[in-house]
């Protein structure tokens, strides 16, 4: 559905260092206790094309949608130099923060790539609010991931104060050291929200080895689904309806009883 034919709403919100983050709210034709935030990639923002595609299926379905820029993509390619996983995920903590003063009592997260692994890392909290989570293309070995994108066999021993270029972009080396210093294992053990995982076979930019991993260490329930002939960006038209045709039931089978939707729109 395109984007002129939904009711959306431009936001802003502060993160917790008081930084403005841009948002939109897409709101369904009725009153909704459940909401979905999508968490974008490394290289990618709100505007990302799988969730322009995806906003309609999912507040058709009923739930209230937010997506958000997080900090580092104001300035880009500059801001890369600032990018901290473990600060998009309280970004996301704020983004949740803020949906729930917005009428909205239960979540669903739907993270792709770097984005699936800030909402990994904010469900091994088992924040209460949380009923599901969908992870697209997620990079659980992030040293794999790190000598991929940065060509650098010896990454552990980047000096602390200098740079890497990643796609021609420099990003400061302490993202590389604060990666490298996160638990993953112990956070996909940490999860209880059941969790989707899908992931192209051909992906060439995160192994899917990965999704792999993620069948083997996440201890909640979850269903692992590979796309024989996919790669990591899933944005061709069979992409989407495979998307669309995973996602909104696994949203849905796991929404509550209490966060079925009602008749009447969101507050605002």
Known sequence: ???IDMNTEEIQFLSDRGVRL?????HPDRLSYGGVIFC???????????????????????????????????????SFLKFSIRQEVRELETAARFLLTRGVRFLHLIGSSMGGVVALLYAASRPECLRSLS???TPVDLPALIATLS???????????????????PVHNEFFHEALALDIPRAMRSISAPV???????????????ARILNDSL??????LLVPDGDHNLTRGEDLDLLRSEILPWIGTHAGNDERPRNKRVSR
């Open 151 to 169: 060509g650098d066999s010896d990454f552990k021993n980047l000096p602390e104060n200098g740079t890497t270029v990643i796609d021609g972009i």
């Open 40 to 78: 974008h990639g490394f290289f990618s923002s709100k505007d990302a094309y799988k969730i322009l595609n995806l906003a309609g299926d999912i507040t058709g379905a009923g739930f209230t949608l937010l997506t958000f820029d997080f900090s580092f993509v104001s300035g880009m390619p500059q």
């Open 196 to 210: 989707l995982v899908i992931h192209g076979a051909l992906d060439t930019v995160v192994d899917v080895r990965n």
């Open 22 to 26: 841009e948002g939109r709210l897409y």
């Open 1 to 3: 559905m395109a984007l």
């Open 135 to 137: 992870l697209i293309a």
């Open 219 to 224: 201890a909640a329930g979850h269903r692992v």
